[in-house]
């Protein structure tokens, strides 16, 4: 059976630099290079099914202590995370899967806070650019309504006489 190569591609915050081995199972196990600099092995179907996305950085992350991740903010955070780095996302195919990715520094969330700041209420994270990623230089916070209006298609206007 030929095993598709997943050499070069990106999964999260993983880039597969090559073949591992095959176990007695018959699984396919790929060695990884993590954006935070880690390196893992991996199954390939943990790979493309987005289960695995770093070498255990994320992870990590996710459960640092810094009081505020039952809050909006974080929240906000870890969605805009997850839309473009978890091919599992319901919202990856409009972020992800179009090359839009979060800048290294925001990966931590005190990062993101420092640059950002506070959000308000009733506030949403804005790309400037629509097509840009996510990072200090294109991001701003914009009212709700206001960031409707700010999609990929046009809006169309409807006047009614």
């Not at 396919?28 to 996305?53: E, M, P």
């Not at 806070?113 to 996510?134: F, T, V």
Request: hydrophobic share 25%.
């Amino acid at each position: 059976m030929r095993r598709l190569s997943l050499v070069d591609r990106r999964f999260g915050r993983l880039v597969v630099d090559g073949f591992s081995h095959i176990d007695p199972s018959g699984n396919s196990y790929w060695h990884c290079k993590c954006d935070c600099g880690g390196q893992t092995t991996t199954r390939g179907v943990l790979l493309t099914n987005g289960k695995t996305l770093s070498c255990g950085c994320l992870q990590r992350e996710l459960i640092t202590i810094h009081g505020l991740s039952h809050t909006n903010l974080y929240a906000v955070w870890t969605m805009m995370k997850n839309r473009c780095l978890n091919p599992a996302s319901h919202d990856y195919k409009y972020y992800g899967a179009r090359g839009i990715t979060v800048c290294a520094r925001w990966m931590k969330f005190e990062n993101f806070i420092a640059d950002m700041g506070e959000r308000k209420s009733g506030y949403s994270i804005e790309r400037r650019d629509n097509d840009g990623n996510y990072c200090p230089e294109n991001c701003e916070w914009i009212p709700k309504n206001q960031q409707q209006r700010n999609r990929r298609k046009p809006c169309k206007t409807i006047t009614i006489k």
